[in-house]
């Protein structure tokens, strides 16, 4: 098999193995999570027939929609915001959710586990930035939610994500993905989580998330092309 999705996976592997040289780190602890939020389930279907297992989706009711129709071995990731009144379905359709921007919201999230017997693992998103216009916790408020997690059973945090402001050069991410890491470092230290998984990075900057210690990278259009929605 020869096609365009195969020859842009392998660019992006090796792209992907370049960076972890660059940083020395192990490449098998950098995730690829290809997201194919507003493309079809064709399209997943091709994706995994080159192997790929997890899939990122950025809304719920897109996923409810999509998933039934992909392959059923697959396994799904939350990557967007998530509401309250949506917890329920993205508890039943989702393994991991990256998004998890406030406590209220990871209460919910505990509070739909007891009914379904599982524990979500979930990453909490942070605004290194402090952007009015993004989602996420507001740094000085990670430590407070991390204790108050501790007394949640059915979920496990476990690590950080985030998304920087949009730039025109990759570089300029750079900061905030390292900022990411270092707040990681210094809440580990305050409150006991490992917090081993860091989210970040995307189409345009991978490679320098890689660089500041990303796990989980989360590609859209350098994978499927461009969205038209
Ligand atoms: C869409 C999306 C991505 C992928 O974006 P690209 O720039 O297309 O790679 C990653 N993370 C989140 C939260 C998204 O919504």
Redesign the pocket.
């Known amino acids: 098999m020869n096609n365009l999705f195969e020859d842009r996976l392998s660019r992006i592997r090796e792209r992907m193995a370049k960076a972890c040289e660059r940083a020395g780190r192990n490449p098998a602890m950098v995730n690829l999570l290809p ?1 194919s ?1 507003t493309h079809g389930p064709e399209l997943v279907c091709e994706a995994a027939a080159c192997g790929l297992t997890v899939f ?1 989706e ?1 809304k719920v009711q897109e996923a409810k929609q999509k998933i039934p129709l992909c392959p059923s071995h697959l396994i799904w990731h939350l ?2 915001h998530l509401q309250t009144n949506k917890v329920k379905d993205a508890v039943r359709l989702f393994a991991v959710i ?2 998890v921007d406030s406590l209220k919201l990871l209460t919910a999230i505990d509070a739909a586990g007891e009914l379904t017997g599982r524990v979500m693992p979930v990453f909490l998103e942070v605004n290194v930035a402090g952007e009015s216009s993004k989602f996420g916790l507001a740094p000085a408020d990670g430590p407070s939610v991390l204790n108050a997690a501790n007394a949640l059973k059915r979920v496990d945090v476990a690590g950080l994500m985030t ?1 920087p402001p949009i730039a025109e050069e990759p570089e300029h991410a750079r900061p905030f993905f390292k900022q990411l890491r270092e707040l990681r470092d210094q809440w580990r230290q305050e409150t006991g989580f490992a917090l081993n998984e860091l989210s970040m990075g ?3 900057d991978f490679e320098v998330a890689i660089e500041e210690g990303a796990t989980w990278i ?5 994978l499927f092309g461009s ?1 038209e929605v």
């Not at 989360?218 to 350098?222: I, N």
Request: glycine share 16%; no cysteine.
């Open positions: 997201v939020k990122g950025n990557v967007g990256h998004s998304i995307m189409s345009h989360r590609l859209g259009t350098v969205r």
